[in-house]
């Protein structure tokens, strides 16, 4: 052993053991023991916290969500574990085979059978087989038993996800459409095969109800296959919508023979083997029902079994069907584990909403009086108050066979694996009022009530008296560190909280913002919809409990992107309700209070009607309909910017604290882009044409000679009297006059050489471009001022990716992305050239691609984006990481900075990612986010970097975000003429 695990102490030995109570030697070593265990234990533990926050840094699954990663790894565990149970069945298999190959079949496939009859490894087998029938098939797969959250939705979501991922489609669409949709609106070029175990294990509060969701008719390029139980509702229900008999197969029970054979099988795995006599009993049972299930019980059973058993024993302890056999097992189970010892260990087992930890159960048996009571008459120990584990080991021993264990949340967890054994487990130990005891024994124990070192009375019928225990148990708060959550208690303590009044309940969890809070960031929004929908089936008219559905139902994709937003989303979705009606819904009128106190800093939106509203139909706005396409923000204002309205022909120019248009030009052909002279002047490109428009006057005051590039039209300021812009052909770069249109100066890179990107530094002393040619593909820097080519950079085996190309604003550096050609997959590079020099001035390799680049050479930073959706803030000085500013679950692909570089706008232009955030650069931290039910078109940051300004799909307005906090830097001057103020224009060309 490790010398640094051991702790050595010298003790001196008296009275032949340890007595505390009288040696104040062995007093000081047990404290002194205590307080260095304890001590190592505590280093121990955050070291392992340490390292899972590193490893999450280095995971190399992208736009896979911790929650699907977790998902798809428990179900990939459990469906290897299937083997063990898997009886071959060569007709089924075919006939599944056989539905997977006919294109012609676009209807989904059940697969129906008894309990008991192993459906769950039959699918594992159809999983396993999948790619050799399909080769160029994606298969999903999914086990309802061991989701998240044991739910059919949770599964119908993850399921959702995971099909994002694979076809590389936009985070956050499928959330809003049905699996229907979202089915029916995948690519054809690849057949995807979605399995599910199981969709009739749906509770009562599930939030995936019926069968509506699964598609009446499936693309030819969609398989889906299906387990249900024969004689459930949910079976029913799918006869009754399904009318084709051809979507049903019925799963035939396995012939004597087969079992006979299984039971051998899983004999000799077990190494163990039985006399003729005992094979002869088994037989016999097996001949009366052959269903897997039960021959995996006798074989279980069969492997206790000694040579010397008796005839009689033997007869007692077999069943000649599934619901026989199991209610034999438990009885034998109860003779070895007397009075309330197993029955108290099965109640805690079958109560627990996704199964119990060991640990917990440890806790939970040790504050159980009257099985402590039996413990100890039946193994004739001396009068104990913590439950030995020993006892829990044995336990354990004889319910293996039955039982499995996976990881929802990071805790290892055991259930039963058999729903036949759950059903009957149930109705022998949970009956009457012992389900109640056993739910309020689990809730004591996740409230924490005997932890903490407090003392449980025990009456004691030899003194007479009560006596008072400490139990040992572990505390259990909300939260064991700024960033931990205990989302054991946050899962399961709501669950146990059903004897308490419902007003009780609403008061301390379902309308405790606290706790919410606490609830969605620790496990998710779907678990808090569980509990309310929990409380519904008891007042299903409660007003509040309706409206706090809707309002989680709404945000579920916010808050699942990030449950932090919790307050600004229900501040936007409740502010219309709650000034209009609030006397209806005294509950959230409270919640409501307290999301919008003054002392919380977030988003506020100009305008509520941004995210949907609740005890509303969708909005009618067309989110297909993109009227406003850019938006420009001006050097010199934090008060006005512009917006470019491509379809529609028009610029204008807006007051971004009242929203209102101060000038309007239309009539112009198509604009795309524009770069500012100044506040009132800009170099507009209209369908390839540059043109001087004057703002103010909304006159076309210039029409620059020539036609740019359809594919890369670009061009920027060298100053203010000259425009630099890529020639037609992409071969030359030209300064032209912005007073008469003509061009002055041209630079040709080099014969056939094609430039790909255009970069000015602000103070305009240099123009950088990319040349796609040469190769490897260098970075071309001309002195603008002295018209001519200083550096032809190049990297050896590495091209640069201009579209991630920038320079400082002062012209000392210019930052781009780098790949080496050796593979395709390779990682790119973040490389930062002197321009003084012309040398390398810092190479990143920050582990992972980088998809957007800004830099402030004044502030001395640079942020880089990563495909893994983290943002890193380096320092220009010492080139170390100064922060990574983790939020964005997928990757970014622009990065706004404000002036003054202290604060930066995070945002997805392509959708997949529909949420913003506004980051502190100074501190790291991230001072609000906002995800928007659609994606936005178009998104800008004042200079001072207070208000956030967007363009959402079907709006004619713009919609502005600035933190509560803070009191936005408001123009006293007017812009342009004052007397021009909401001016509209129809511009003469």
């Known amino acids: 052993m490790n010398r640094n695990s051991t702790l050595r102490y010298q003790v001196p030995w008296k009275g032949g053991t340890i007595c505390p109570e009288k040696i104040k030697e062995h007093s000081d070593y047990l404290e002194k023991l205590c307080g260095q265990f304890q001590e190592s234990v505590q280093k121990i533990v955050e070291k392992i916290i340490r390292n899972k ?42 006939s599944v085979k056989t539905y997977m190959r006919n294109a012609s079949v676009m209807a989904p496939l059940f697969l129906h059978a008894p309990l008991g009859t192993n459906k769950e490894s039959i699918l594992a087998e159809v999983a396993k087989n999948c790619s050799a029938w399909l080769p160029s098939s994606v298969c999903v797969f999914r086990f309802v038993k061991v989701s998240q959250a044991c739910s059919l939705g949770d599964v119908l979501r993850s399921i959702c996800e995971q099909i994002a991922v694979i076809y590389n489609l936009p985070k ?17 070029e690849q ?54 008999s051809s979507c049903f197969y019925a799963i035939p029970s396995i012939t004597p023979e087969i079992a006979e054979r299984m ?62 056999q199991i209610e034999r097992i438990f009885e034998k189970l109860q003779n070895i584990f007397k009075g309330k010892i197993f029955s108290q260990v099965m109640g805690y087992l079958l109560c627990a909403r996704h199964g119990i930890s060991y640990s917990e159960l440890l806790d939970t048996l040790s504050c159980d009086d009257g099985f402590l009571d039996d413990l100890s008459e039946t193994f004739h120990l001396k009068p104990v108050r913590r439950c030995p584990p020993i006892v829990w080991i044995q336990l354990f021993h004889k319910l293996r066979p039955y039982l499995y264990s996976y990881k929802p949340n990071g805790t290892v967890l055991i259930n039963f694996e058999q729903t036949s054994i759950i059903t009957k487990a149930n109705a022998k130990f949970m009956a009457d009022s012992h389900g109640q005891q056993f739910h309020k024994s689990l809730f004591d124990f996740y409230d924490g009530r005997w932890a903490n070192e407090k003392k449980k009375p025990h009456s004691s019928a030899a003194e007479g008296i009560d006596i008072q225990h400490d139990r040992h148990v572990i505390s259990q708060p909300v939260k064991y560190s700024c960033a931990v959550y205990n989302c054991r208690k946050l899962t399961e303590q709501t669950l146990h909280a059903a004897h308490l009044p419902l007003a ?69 979705r409740l502010k219309i309700i709650m000034s209009e009606s609030a006397d209806q819904y005294p509950c959230m009128k409270k919640l409501y209070d307290k999301c919008t106190d003054d002392s919380l800093d977030y988003f506020e939106p100009s305008s509520y009607e941004c995210l949907q509203r609740p005890r509303t139909t969708d909005n009618d706005v067309d989110v297909t309909n993109t009227i406003i396409t850019k938006l420009f923000r001006l050097k010199g204002s934090n008060t006005y910017m512009v917006s470019l309205l491509y379809e529609r022909g028009e610029i204008k120019v807006w007051d971004i604290h009242t929203q209102t248009v101060t000038r309007t030009l239309r009539g112009l052909n198509c604009p795309l882009d524009t770069r500012f002279i100044d506040d009132l002047k800009g170099v507009v490109l209209c369908n390839r044409e540059l043109k001087i428009y004057n703002l103010d006057t909304g006159e076309m005051e210039v029409k620059i000679k020539g036609i740019m590039n359809q594919r890369m039209p670009y061009y920027e300021l060298h100053d203010q009297n000259h425009v630099v812009a890529l020639s037609r052909n992409r071969m030359y770069i030209y300064i032209i006059q912005i007073s008469t249109g003509d061009t002055l100066s041209t630079f040709k890179a080099g014969e056939d050489r094609f430039l790909n990107s255009l970069a000015v530094s602000s103070n305009g002393h240099f123009l950088v471009c990319g040349d796609e040619t040469q190769k490897p593909t260098p970075l071309l820097v001309w002195d603008l001022n ?122 997805d232009s392509t959708g997949f990612d529909r949420s913003l955030r506004l980051w502190d650069l100074n501190t790291g931290a991230c001072l609000a986010s906002l995800t928007f039910d659609d994606p936005f078109s178009n998104c800008q940051l004042s200079p001072d970097g207070s208000t956030v300004v967007l363009a959402l799909p079907g709006w004619e307005n713009i919609l502005t975000l600035h933190l509560r906090k803070a009191t936005p830097s408001v123009s006293a001057h007017a812009y342009g003429d004052e007397e021009r103020a909401g001016n509209v224009y129809t511009v003469d060309e």
């Open 53 to 94: 926050q590193e490893a999450e840094e280095e995971k190399p699954y992208k736009r896979i969500s911790d929650k699907l990663y977790r998902d798809l790894t428990n179900n990939y565990v459990f469906c290897k574990s299937l083997g063990r149970h898997y009886v071959h069945q060569a007709d089924v298999i075919d």
């Open 172 to 188: 956050g669409w499928q959330q809003k459409e049905s699996i229907k949709e979202v089915i029916m609106r995948l690519p054809s």
């Open 191 to 244: 057949t995807l095969v979605i399995l599910v175990s199981g969709i009739d294990e749906v509770g009562s509060h599930d939030d995936a109800q019926g069968v509506d969701w699964i598609p009446d008719a499936l693309p030819p390029n969609v398989k889906v296959v299906m387990t249900v139980e024969r004689d459930s509702s949910c079976m029913a229900e799918l006869q009754n919508r399904f009318t084709d």
């Open 263 to 324: 039971f051998s099988d899983l004999l000799k795995a077990n190494c163990r083997t039985l006399a003729d006599n005992q094979r002869d009993f088994i037989y016999s049972a097996v001949r009366k029902c052959s269903v897997p299930l039960h021959v995996e019980l006798l074989a279980n059973l069969a492997c206790d079994w000694t040579s010397d058993v008796s005839a009689d024993e033997i007869a007692h302890s077999l069943g000649t069907t599934v619901d026989e």
């Open 504 to 572: 009780e309940r609403k008061e301390n969890f379902l309308f405790n913002l606290d706790w919410l809070s606490a609830k969605v960031e620790g496990t998710d929004v779907y678990q808090v919809i569980h509990d309310v929908l929990m409380a519904l089936t008891e007042e299903a008219d409660d007003a509040d409990l309706q409206l706090l559905l809707e309002v989680l139902r709404l945000s579920s994709a916010a808050l699942e992107d990030d449950p932090s937003q919790l307050y600004v989303q229900f501040s936007i």
């Open 786 to 907: 002295n018209r001519k080519l200083i550096y032809d950079l190049r990297i050896n085996n590495h091209e640069f990716q201009t579209k991630m190309l920038t320079v400082s604003s002062d012209g000392h550096f210019v930052v781009c992305a780098c790949k080496e050609v050796i593979s395709d997959d390779a990682i790119n590079n973040v490389v930062i050239y002197d321009l003084t020099t012309g040398t390398v001035f810092k190479k990143w390799k920050p582990g992972f691609n980088t998809t957007a680049i800004a830099i402030s050479s004044e502030d001395d930073w640079v942020t880089t984006a990563l495909d893994n959706g983290n943002i890193l803030l380096w320092d220009l000085t010492t080139g170390t990481c100064k922060f990574i500013l983790k939020g964005h679950k997928s990757s970014i692909d622009k990065l706004i900075a404000s002036t003054d570089g202290s604060r930066l706008l995070s945002f």
